[in-house]
């Protein structure tokens, strides 16, 4: 993510605004399976583990959770734009968590009705 | 609860670091974040494949109830998408913010890395605002739309933090549906994220 500008400053050099476009797409599509492909390794391997009892697993995410929430703090910090941007974000995310509990919601009704 | 604050007391110190410019900004260039991301899909990966236990709990489950997780996340994301005419956030900012389904550490994180800081705030926000309100909500849900609808506001909260309130307003019967929602809703974060992600 932190080396886009390099990446675009490169495809300027080789020409063009498509070439950036591309050159955004490929990176972006790159880092969704390198984090899919860590998911599914990572599945295998407790498959594989699921006869022993490991229950450190969950402290190394905990752990992991912490220090990735303390570096998004840092860049939510460092960043202006959102510090001072940060009422409007907060109203948008709410609207979200709204309407999405509420759609959840009337899926659940739905449900309910026919259990019932 | 406690957990939710000490996580949230991580990210508000990185904040004032950050606010204050304490924190080194040549830091956020190594890419270091990523390597730590990577090493938490693989430990998120390794606890899902390494559930037997919990999932033999689920065969005595009614089988309607089985798509109680199915109906949370098309609701939450038909839900979602109004917000799409409401902002000038595009579908796929708005699906990829509703997908972490109230996981606000995992899914903030994730949005960030793919789509950019401004939107893995709106996500971490979003997804705090879902868990509190799924709390709060909690016994007037059960009054006006039923047993399910206090699980399916809690999202993939349902098997830890939102799990002590559907317990008290549902009722004990619902305590192992509850906890089926939240695994099978827990480990769709990460991909449902990923897809909305990649939607243009």
Redesign the interface.
């Given at each position: 993510?932190?080396?886009a500008p390099i990446k675009e400053f490169e495809a300027c050099l080789t020409g063009g605004r498509v070439n950036i476009i591309l050159t955004n797409i490929i990176s972006?599509?790159n880092?969704?399976y390198?984090?899919?492909l860590?998911?599914?390794?990572?599945?295998?391997?407790?498959?594989?583990?699921?006869n022993q009892k490991?229950t450190f697993?969950?402290k190394?995410?905990?752990v992991?959770?912490?220090?990735?929430?303390?570096?998004?703090?840092?860049?939510?910090?460092?960043?202006d734009?959102?510090?001072t941007?940060?009422h409007v974000?907060?109203f948008?995310?709410?609207?979200?968590?709204?309407?999405?509990?509420?759609?959840?919601?009337?899926?659940?009704?739905?449900?309910?009705?026919?259990?019932? | 609860m406690k957990a939710s604050l000490i996580i949230l007391s991580f990210f508000a110190v990185g904040l004032l670091l950050g606010i204050y410019r304490i924190f080194p900004v040549q830091w956020l260039e190594y890419e270091f974040s990523f390597y730590v991301l990577c090493a938490l899909m693989f430990s998120v990966g390794f606890s899902i494949g390494h559930q037997p236990q919990t999932v033999k709990q689920f065969k005595t489950i009614p089988i309607r109830i089985v798509f109680l997780p199915l109906t949370t996340i098309v609701g939450t994301l038909a839900g979602a998408f109004v917000v799409v005419f409401l902002t000038n956030h595009s579908a796929s900012d708005v699906l990829a913010v509703a997908s972490g389904m109230g996981y606000y550490s995992l899914s903030s994180i994730l949005i960030t890395q793919y789509k950019g800081i401004e939107l893995g705030t709106i996500a971490l926000l979003a997804n705090i605002f879902r868990e509190v309100l799924a709390l709060l909500l909690a016994p007037f849900l059960v009054k006006y739309f039923g047993k399910l609808a206090p699980i399916a506001a809690g999202g993939a909260t349902t098997m830890d933090t939102t799990f002590p309130g559907i317990v008290r307003y549902s009722g004990k019967e619902f305590s192992i549906v509850s906890i089926y929602h939240g695994f099978i809703t827990d480990l769709s974060v990460p991909f449902l994220v990923t897809l909305s992600c990649s939607l243009l």
């Open positions: 993510m932190h080396l972006h599509t880092l969704m390198t984090v899919l860590f998911i599914i390794l990572g599945i295998f391997t407790g498959f594989l583990f699921r490991i697993v969950n190394v995410i905990t992991l959770i912490w220090l990735l929430l303390f570096l998004l703090g840092a860049e939510v910090g460092l960043n734009q959102v510090v941007n940060f974000l907060g948008e995310a709410f609207l979200i968590a709204l309407f999405a509990t509420f759609g959840s919601v009337i899926g659940a009704w739905l449900l309910w009705r026919k259990v019932k | -």
